[in-house]
């Protein structure tokens, strides 16, 4: 049973496929068509809604793409559908902005960039114009050019007032409270399980595993789900992990920063960035916000698919992660978690528990590129990540390098970044380094680049990292904005 | 940062008439999401939805087909192959070679093979997965190369001749030559194909479709049902997007639900999912474009010799225009002085490509662009000065090869205010100096011009038909051939339409396309479609307007001079009364108050046998300014700047069209920089998905991009002096890919040219400074 608002209106589920996204409910059940489908994989935007949940901070409202998201992971939450921001005959801010601004061409695109408008309206962003590309860098507009989007969205965040939504909060809280009840795993017996578990415990989700050993985990699905849009698979077994408390915290103690396997990459952020400020080109270069706003590191890890962004940077990290079956724990490097391509060491009973990242070391530097044909919302062409630790006479103590996108499972090189321990790192031979590294390197061609500008871009990184840690004046970035500035 | 220019109208503003920037028809509607598409269209009881399953070989011959367990498939209702199809098999739109579904011989890697209907969308896409079949592969060609390597084309190879070129070549002081591949388009309309068909109890079928073309899909499935085309209505409100893309490949969906609606007696919707309509349906061609040019010392074009060769798939489709449309353009701006151009047009085992914003121009433009900036290195100049220096001009050098007078040249003065208004010169020192000192990190810049003729190549679809009731509350119902994919074509119209009988545009409603309401329309392309259609809404509208007064003059016994139409209101002599009066008035007294209209471009003709005519009414011009930022450790760029100066006669609509040139401009820089189309080695295109296929996002937006109209009215009689606008902006970016080079070149003091083809991915950036790189070694 699955209870949420479907705008204003309570609506309660029951008997529906499990994998019946929130796109296909809002089109075909709900006959609410002004949510489009552009591309049923995430990629476009088309399909975004906003949704609104209780948070210990009040309502807290977020975009994603309704295309691949559960319509059961809804439970207990608000979705809001462009249909609903027009109230009393008046549009809402964000689209009279956008009409003003002569912001929608064919129109096809235009919900999704209204839903995420709204999104940015209700969050605490300051105005920045990279705070209007990062809220719309999951919706493309094939008509506009974007640039009146951007002014539209520019000058919503000027004058941000409430709306009729900031009025109608504490009756919209009032009714979320009043469907949270928890969901308890069906109890089953038969071989053939279908269902969707949503645990709130890591005790339920114990016993969910073990009710339904066949289901799938589904965390943020926007990996998952694309089996479903894209392969016309059948996902009639589900365990979201979305809703498991212990799998949704982040900790920080003088040991690291432990991170839920389900804590999404937008709640991972802050804790993030607070330790580690170099990886936010790296961020916010990784899926889109809509994207983000599901995505987990537990997912990623999970997928182990080879061009996933999270691996290279935990490796070069020296993250670990604990894997747990609700009653015994291991915890293993990340390095050592993925074996082969999209296979993991992970039993039938365990799921990903939680991400330990170490503290930040004083004086330690970190890189983590990230190469794409489109800077923004692209899968890798390579992704390298390059920890280092110096003493105090410049000798290499620690380097630690993470590769995705140059072979079967994200690559570590150990013998090559071992012979780097004990050098004078201002005056490496990095021509000879960067040569060793293309040697060890075996990548394929592929949709996204050949396998020859994989090897010469990943030694290019090389040279380009060891550029901006001896020779911080020298300009190495075509982009001056987000991440380090090194205009 | 965005200048619109002051409309010289400032009466028209404030009533939505001519020239003002009122917003688009359906703005509200669709970020409201009230904007109806063909797919939220409220569905007919018992609806079925339809599938289509594609050939997984390239070429071959289809021995098998096995589709019993399709048709007992849980929901399916009906199953259709080539067999089931009562009328034509063939759904060529200019020439035959387009079966609706496979006919034995498989075409292309993505071949639609038969389709299925079901109860729902997953059932039908559900049951394809369950057909067997044996494709005997054939050889498949898949590239350029070995389609002339085969002498395998759609069409004649087509050459254009203006005095001799081999002969000017011989006797040019210095020549050049070179060869560029310019990667396809996929067109990424955000709504994909859909089409929902409902039989009528005549045999005859109701389409709502998304299509640039509805009197084409009209026809067709007509055709392949065996029917009149009079029983076969097709209605288009919107596209979510069109861009050639649904010209003439929309119609075989329709044909599909037709055939499958026909069989059931059911209404049929069928709507492609993003990987099969990335798959399935036509591109924008990719060529591989060569030439040879000489020159004499100061870099003027004395000859030149320039060959382009479309890949156009495995049919005709409209590969002739298209290819014809590219040897059109390849003088872009420039007098060429003796020029043969030739152009091929390969026929290979890939899905047909087809129309695409620009339709051919745009590859021709890149050939002599490319040969451009090799004159200038080869000779040390700047390329702005090359470029200047060739530009159309006086009697002697205003001569295209294809024997078309050039009458109406602004690019001169038009670059000259680019010129000045993005400070080139300046600029150009500021980035010689920023290389200089920057080693890894280079600038780049540079100024293109663009000259796009105006008019259908084939003479025939330039006429338009248009139809007008004035109801008697004095509300103005408008519908005309064109059709609204976003491009503002329906406001315009409808402002043309209110400053004719001078109404506050709200009066006047604008309708979904249909057939029944103007027949035998031409397709909303070739940046025509307010040139057309909106002059035979003029013309609908004077006609009525005419009636009015002449009813006026008799009935108020006054002048024809004494009456005038003024915002909603109508002075007559003395009387002053409402338009909405006068209406009335003139129905009590019998007077019609409806009207067609129609319109043909003059001054039109081509003889595609000599090469000779004037092909186009006039050309628009524009021209773009654009700096960018390269890393020469990555290849990875950054658009830093754009200025654009664009022609679009009087406008009609600033917002629409400043919205045509960044769209374009961006739809264009897309083309020639992330958007790559691959395919493996078996035909099969591997950047199916928006995973994999990167059209521009929002953080691609140059952070300043200026955009300013070339504010003089067409020299040619328009609509209201304006210019059409749809097209010629694609090719503005074109300064994009210069500046790229030109970032490249500075690498090696600008002396070489760098080989830079297209789209200029990160990959094609890096590996062309690497090949520069070696180039400079190896000459010292």
């Given at each position: 049973?699955?209870?949420?608002?479907?705008?204003r209106?309570?609506?309660?589920?029951?008997?529906?496929?499990?994998d019946l996204?929130?796109?296909?409910?809002?089109?075909e059940?709900a006959h609410?068509?002004?949510?489009?489908?552009g591309?049923?994989s995430g990629?476009?935007g088309a399909?975004?809604?906003?949704v609104?949940?209780l948070t210990d901070q009040?309502?807290?409202y977020?975009s994603?793409?309704s295309c691949i998201?559960f319509v059961?992971?809804?439970h207990?939450?608000q979705?809001l559908?462009?249909e609903?921001?027009?109230?009393a005959?008046a549009?809402?801010?964000v689209q009279?902005?956008?009409?003003?601004h002569?912001g929608?061409q064919?129109?096809?695109?235009?919900p999704?960039f209204?839903?995420?408008?709204?999104?940015?309206?209700h969050?605490?962003?300051?105005?920045?114009?990279?705070a209007?590309?990062t809220a719309?860098?999951?919706?493309?507009?094939?008509?506009t050019?974007?640039?009146?989007?951007?002014?539209?969205g520019?000058a919503?965040?000027?004058?941000?007032?409430g709306?009729?939504?900031?009025?109608?909060?504490?009756d919209?809280?009032?009714?979320l409270?009043?469907?949270e009840?928890?969901?308890?795993p069906e109890?089953t017996k038969?071989?053939?399980?279908v269902g969707?578990?949503?645990?709130r415990t890591?005790?339920?989700?114990a016993?969910?595993?073990?009710?339904?050993?066949?289901a799938r985990?589904s965390?943020?699905s926007?990996d998952?789900?694309?089996?479903k849009?894209?392969?016309?698979?059948?996902?009639?077994?589900?365990?979201?992990?979305?809703?498991?408390?212990?799998?949704?915290?982040i900790?920080?103690?003088?040991?690291?920063?432990?991170?839920g396997?389900?804590?999404s990459?937008?709640?991972l952020?802050?804790?993030l960035?607070?330790?580690?400020p170099e990886?936010?080109e790296?961020?916010?270069r990784l899926?889109?916000?809509?994207?983000r706003?599901?995505g987990t590191l537990g997912?990623?890890?999970?997928?182990a698919s080879p061009?996933?962004?999270?691996?290279?940077?935990?490796?070069?990290?020296g993250?670990?992660?604990?894997?747990?079956?609700?009653?015994t724990?291991?915890?293993?490097?990340?390095?050592e978690?993925?074996?082969?391509?999209?296979?993991?060491v992970l039993a039938?009973?365990?799921?990903i528990?939680t991400?330990?990242?170490?503290r930040?070391q004083?004086?330690?530097q970190?890189r983590?590129?990230?190469?794409s044909?489109?800077?923004e919302?692209?899968?890798s062409?390579?992704c390298?990540?390059?920890?280092l630790e110096?003493?105090?006479?410049d000798?290499?103590?620690?380097?630690?390098?993470?590769?995705?996108?140059?072979?079967?499972?994200p690559?570590?090189?150990?013998?090559w970044?071992?012979q780097?321990i004990?050098?004078h790192w201002?005056?490496?031979?990095?021509?000879?380094?960067?040569?060793?590294l293309?040697?060890?390197?075996?990548?394929?061609?592929?949709v996204?680049a050949?396998?020859r500008?994989?090897?010469?871009?990943?030694?290019?990184?090389?040279?380009?990292?060891?550029?901006e840690t001896?020779?911080?004046d020298t300009r190495t970035r075509?982009h001056?904005h987000g991440?380090?500035?090194h205009? | 940062?965005r200048k619109l220019t002051?409309?010289?109208?400032?009466?028209a503003?404030?009533q939505g008439?001519?020239g003002?920037?009122?917003a688009h028809e359906?703005?509200a509607?669709?970020?409201?999401?009230?904007a109806r598409?063909v797919?939220?269209?409220p569905?007919?009881?018992?609806?079925?939805?339809?599938?289509v399953?594609l050939s997984d070989?390239?070429?071959g011959?289809?021995d098998?087909?096995?589709?019993t367990?399709v048709?007992?498939a849980p929901?399916?209702v009906?199953?259709?192959?080539?067999a089931d199809v009562?009328?034509?098999?063939?759904?060529?739109?200019?020439?035959?070679g387009?079966?609706?579904?496979?006919d034995?011989q498989?075409?292309?890697?993505?071949?639609?093979?038969?389709a299925v209907a079901a109860?729902?969308?997953?059932q039908?896409r559900q049951a394809?997965l369950q057909a067997?079949?044996n494709?005997?592969?054939?050889?498949a060609?898949?590239?350029?190369?070995q389609?002339?390597?085969?002498?395998?084309?759609?069409g004649?190879t087509?050459?254009f001749?203006r005095?001799?070129a081999l002969a000017?070549l011989?006797?040019?002081t210095h020549?050049?030559?070179?060869?560029?591949?310019?990667?396809?388009q996929?067109?990424?309309?955000?709504?994909g194909q859909v089409?929902?068909?409902?039989?009528?109890?005549?045999g005859g079928?109701?389409?709502?479709?998304?299509?640039?073309?509805p009197?084409?899909?009209?026809k067709?499935?007509?055709?392949?049902?065996g029917?009149?085309?009079?029983r076969v209505?097709?209605?288009v409100?919107?596209?979510?997007g069109?861009?050639?893309g649904?010209e003439?490949?929309?119609?075989q969906?329709a044909?599909i639900?037709a055939?499958?609606?026909?069989?059931?007696?059911?209404?049929?919707?069928l709507?492609?999912?993003?990987?099969q309509d990335m798959t399935?349906?036509g591109?924008r061609?990719?060529?591989?474009?060569?030439?040879?040019?000489g020159y004499?010392d100061?870099?003027?074009i004395?000859?030149a010799?320039?060959e382009v060769?479309?890949l156009?798939g495995?049919s005709?489709?409209l590969?002739?225009?298209?290819?014809?449309r590219?040897?059109?353009?390849a003088?872009?701006?420039?007098?060429?002085?003796d020029?043969h151009i030739?152009?091929?047009?390969?026929?290979?085992?890939?899905?047909?490509n087809?129309?695409f914003r620009?339709?051919?121009?745009p590859?021709g433009?890149m050939?002599i662009?490319?040969a451009?900036?090799g004159?200038a290195?080869n000779l040390g100049?700047?390329?702005?000065?090359?470029?200047k220096r060739?530009?159309y001009g006086?009697?002697?050098r205003?001569v295209?090869?294809y024997?078309m007078t050039?009458?109406?040249?602004?690019?001169p003065?038009l670059?000259?205010?680019?010129?000045h208004?993005?400070?080139?010169?300046?600029?150009?020192?500021a980035?010689?100096?920023?290389?200089?000192?920057s080693p890894?990190i280079?600038?780049g810049?540079?100024?293109?011009p663009v000259k796009?003729g105006i008019?259908?190549?084939a003479?025939?679809l330039n006429q338009?038909?248009a139809?007008i009731?004035?109801?008697t509350?004095?509300?103005i119902?408008l519908?005309h051939?064109?059709?609204?994919?976003?491009?503002?074509l329906f406001?315009?119209v409808a402002?043309i339409v209110?400053?004719?009988f001078?109404v506050?545009?709200?009066?006047v409603q604008s309708?979904?396309?249909?057939t029944?309401?103007?027949?035998?329309?031409?397709p909303?392309?070739?940046?025509s479609?307010?040139?057309?259609?909106g002059a035979a809404?003029?013309?609908a509208?004077?006609?009525i307007?005419q009636r009015?007064i002449e009813?006026a003059?008799?009935?108020?016994k006054?002048?024809?001079?004494?009456i005038e139409f003024d915002n909603g209101q109508?002075?007559?002599g003395?009387?002053r009364?409402?338009f909405?009066?006068?209406?009335q008035?003139?129905?009590m007294?019998?007077i019609?108050?409806s009207?067609?209209?129609?319109?043909?471009?003059?001054?039109?003709?081509w003889?595609?046998a000599?090469?000779?005519?004037r092909?186009?009414?006039?050309?628009?011009?524009?021209?773009?300014?654009?700096e960018?930022t390269?890393?020469?450790?990555?290849?990875e760029?950054?658009?830093?700047?754009?200025?654009?100066l664009?022609?679009?006669?009087d406008?009609?609509?600033?917002?629409i069209?400043?919205?045509?040139i960044?769209?374009?401009?961006i739809?264009?820089?897309?083309?020639?920089?992330?958007?790559e189309?691959?395919w493996?080695d078996?035909?099969?295109?591997?950047?199916?998905?928006?995973?994999t296929?990167?059209?521009?996002?929002?953080?691609d937006t140059?952070p300043?991009?200026?955009?300013d109209?070339?504010d003089?009215p067409?020299?040619?009689d328009t609509?209201?002096k304006?210019?059409?606008?749809g097209?010629?902006?694609l090719?503005?970016?074109?300064?994009v890919?210069?500046?790229?080079?030109?970032?490249?070149?500075?690498?090696?003091?600008?002396?070489i040219?760098?080989a830079l083809?297209t789209?200029?991915?990160?990959?094609?950036v890096?590996?062309a400074?690497?090949?520069?790189?070696?180039?400079v070694r190896?000459?010292?």
């Amino acid at each position: 049973m699955t209870d949420f608002l479907l705008n204003r209106q309570p609506v309660t589920l029951a008997k529906t496929d499990p994998d019946l996204t929130v796109l296909d409910y809002l089109r075909e059940q709900a006959h609410l068509t002004g949510t489009k489908e552009g591309c049923a994989s995430g990629d476009c935007g088309a399909c975004t809604v906003v949704v609104g949940e209780l948070t210990d901070q009040g309502m807290r409202y977020r975009s994603l793409n309704s295309c691949i998201t559960f319509v059961h992971s809804l439970h207990g939450k608000q979705l809001l559908t462009v249909e609903h921001l027009e109230q009393a005959g008046a549009l809402h801010p964000v689209q009279q902005a956008l009409v003003e601004h002569h912001g929608s061409q064919c129109g096809f695109c235009t919900p999704g960039f209204v839903m995420s408008l709204f999104a940015l309206y209700h969050s605490d962003v300051a105005p920045s114009r990279e705070a209007v590309l990062t809220a719309l860098s999951g919706n493309l507009c094939r008509c506009t050019g974007y640039r009146p989007i951007i002014d539209a969205g520019m000058a919503l965040l000027e004058q941000r007032h409430g709306d009729a939504f900031s009025a109608q909060i504490a009756d919209i809280e009032a009714e979320l409270r009043s469907l949270e009840t928890p969901v308890l795993p069906e109890e089953t017996k038969t071989d053939h399980v279908v269902g969707f578990w949503q645990p709130r415990t890591r005790q339920d989700l114990a016993k969910a595993r073990a009710q339904a050993p066949g289901a799938r985990y589904s965390a943020g699905s926007t990996d998952l789900a694309l089996e479903k849009t894209q392969r016309l698979a059948n996902l009639n077994a589900l365990i979201d992990l979305s809703q498991v408390a212990e799998l949704n915290h982040i900790s920080v103690d003088d040991k690291g920063l432990h991170i839920g396997a389900a804590v999404s990459y937008t709640d991972l952020e802050p804790a993030l960035l607070t330790d580690y400020p170099e990886a936010r080109e790296w961020l916010e270069r990784l899926g889109s916000r809509p994207i983000r706003n599901r995505g987990t590191l537990g997912g990623n890890l999970g997928n182990a698919s080879p061009i996933g962004d999270t691996p290279p940077l935990l490796i070069a990290l020296g993250a670990t992660a604990t894997l747990s079956n609700g009653q015994t724990e291991r915890t293993l490097p990340v390095s050592e978690l993925i074996t082969g391509y999209r296979q993991t060491v992970l039993a039938d009973d365990e799921w990903i528990d939680t991400i330990h990242l170490p503290r930040r070391q004083p004086g330690s530097q970190l890189r983590a590129y990230k190469i794409s044909k489109r800077f923004e919302d692209d899968i890798s062409t390579v992704c390298v990540v390059f920890y280092l630790e110096t003493d105090s006479k410049d000798t290499v103590t620690c380097l630690r390098a993470g590769f995705g996108g140059l072979a079967a499972t994200p690559l570590v090189l150990a013998d090559w970044q071992d012979q780097l321990i004990g050098q004078h790192w201002p005056t490496v031979a990095v021509d000879t380094i960067s040569r060793t590294l293309a040697d060890a390197l075996a990548p394929i061609d592929d949709v996204r680049a050949s396998a020859r500008y994989r090897v010469q871009v990943t030694a290019n990184l090389f040279r380009r990292f060891h550029l901006e840690t001896t020779q911080p004046d020298t300009r190495t970035r075509v982009h001056t904005h987000g991440g380090l500035d090194h205009a | 940062m965005r200048k619109l220019t002051e409309s010289r109208l400032p009466e028209a503003v404030s009533q939505g008439h001519r020239g003002a920037a009122v917003a688009h028809e359906s703005a509200a509607r669709q970020v409201s999401g009230q904007a109806r598409y063909v797919d939220d269209l409220p569905e007919p009881a018992n609806l079925l939805h339809a599938a289509v399953a594609l050939s997984d070989v390239a070429a071959g011959t289809l021995d098998s087909l096995d589709i019993t367990q399709v048709a007992t498939a849980p929901g399916v209702v009906a199953t259709l192959t080539l067999a089931d199809v009562p009328g034509h098999t063939d759904i060529g739109a200019v020439y035959p070679g387009d079966p609706v579904l496979a006919d034995g011989q498989i075409l292309f890697h993505g071949q639609p093979l038969f389709a299925v209907a079901a109860d729902t969308v997953e059932q039908a896409r559900q049951a394809t997965l369950q057909a067997e079949w044996n494709i005997t592969p054939g050889d498949a060609i898949l590239t350029v190369d070995q389609a002339r390597a085969a002498e395998t084309y759609v069409g004649d190879t087509v050459q254009f001749r203006r005095g001799d070129a081999l002969a000017g070549l011989a006797s040019s002081t210095h020549t050049t030559s070179g060869e560029i591949h310019i990667g396809g388009q996929e067109h990424f309309y955000l709504e994909g194909q859909v089409s929902l068909v409902i039989p009528e109890e005549d045999g005859g079928m109701l389409v709502y479709t998304s299509s640039q073309h509805p009197s084409e899909v009209q026809k067709l499935v007509a055709e392949v049902l065996g029917i009149p085309f009079s029983r076969v209505t097709v209605d288009v409100r919107r596209m979510g997007g069109g861009f050639g893309g649904k010209e003439t490949q929309a119609a075989q969906w329709a044909c599909i639900a037709a055939l499958l609606a026909r069989k059931t007696g059911r209404a049929v919707k069928l709507r492609l999912p993003r990987s099969q309509d990335m798959t399935t349906t036509g591109k924008r061609h990719p060529f591989v474009n060569r030439w040879t040019l000489g020159y004499d010392d100061s870099g003027l074009i004395q000859a030149a010799d320039i060959e382009v060769n479309g890949l156009c798939g495995f049919s005709p489709d409209l590969s002739n225009a298209i290819v014809d449309r590219a040897m059109f353009h390849a003088d872009n701006g420039y007098f060429l002085n003796d020029a043969h151009i030739t152009g091929y047009r390969c026929r290979t085992n890939t899905a047909s490509n087809t129309a695409f914003r620009g339709f051919g121009g745009p590859q021709g433009m890149m050939t002599i662009e490319a040969a451009m900036d090799g004159i200038a290195r080869n000779l040390g100049e700047d390329p702005l000065t090359i470029r200047k220096r060739n530009l159309y001009g006086d009697e002697g050098r205003n001569v295209t090869p294809y024997h078309m007078t050039v009458t109406d040249n602004i690019l001169p003065e038009l670059i000259d205010r680019l010129e000045h208004s993005a400070d080139y010169w300046a600029r150009r020192e500021a980035i010689r100096d920023f290389n200089a000192r920057s080693p890894i990190i280079k600038k780049g810049l540079a100024l293109t011009p663009v000259k796009f003729g105006i008019s259908f190549t084939a003479k025939h679809l330039n006429q338009a038909g248009a139809l007008i009731h004035l109801y008697t509350d004095g509300s103005i119902y408008l519908n005309h051939g064109g059709t609204e994919m976003g491009q503002g074509l329906f406001t315009k119209v409808a402002q043309i339409v209110a400053t004719e009988f001078s109404v506050p545009l709200a009066t006047v409603q604008s309708s979904a396309t249909r057939t029944d309401k103007v027949p035998n329309t031409s397709p909303t392309a070739a940046s025509s479609g307010t040139d057309l259609n909106g002059a035979a809404a003029q013309n609908a509208a004077r006609t009525i307007k005419q009636r009015l007064i002449e009813f006026a003059t008799d009935h108020y016994k006054v002048r024809p001079d004494q009456i005038e139409f003024d915002n909603g209101q109508v002075q007559i002599g003395e009387h002053r009364l409402t338009f909405a009066d006068l209406v009335q008035t003139a129905y009590m007294n019998r007077i019609s108050l409806s009207a067609t209209g129609y319109y043909r471009t003059p001054k039109l003709h081509w003889d595609a046998a000599t090469g000779k005519g004037r092909p186009f009414l006039y050309f628009a011009y524009g021209a773009s300014c654009s700096e960018v930022t390269i890393d020469t450790l990555t290849g990875e760029y950054a658009v830093d700047r754009v200025d654009i100066l664009h022609d679009v006669g009087d406008s009609l609509n600033p917002a629409i069209d400043i919205g045509q040139i960044e769209g374009g401009f961006i739809q264009g820089m897309g083309w020639l920089t992330t958007e790559e189309l691959k395919w493996n080695d078996e035909g099969r295109l591997l950047s199916n998905s928006p995973a994999t296929y990167k059209i521009p996002s929002i953080g691609d937006t140059p952070p300043i991009f200026n955009v300013d109209l070339f504010d003089q009215p067409n020299r040619e009689d328009t609509v209201f002096k304006s210019k059409a606008v749809g097209e010629p902006p694609l090719m503005l970016p074109i300064s994009v890919w210069c500046a790229l080079r030109d970032a490249i070149a500075s690498t090696a003091d600008y002396r070489i040219n760098p080989a830079l083809n297209t789209p200029a991915t990160p990959e094609q950036v890096l590996f062309a400074l690497e090949q520069l790189a070696d180039q400079v070694r190896e000459a010292s």
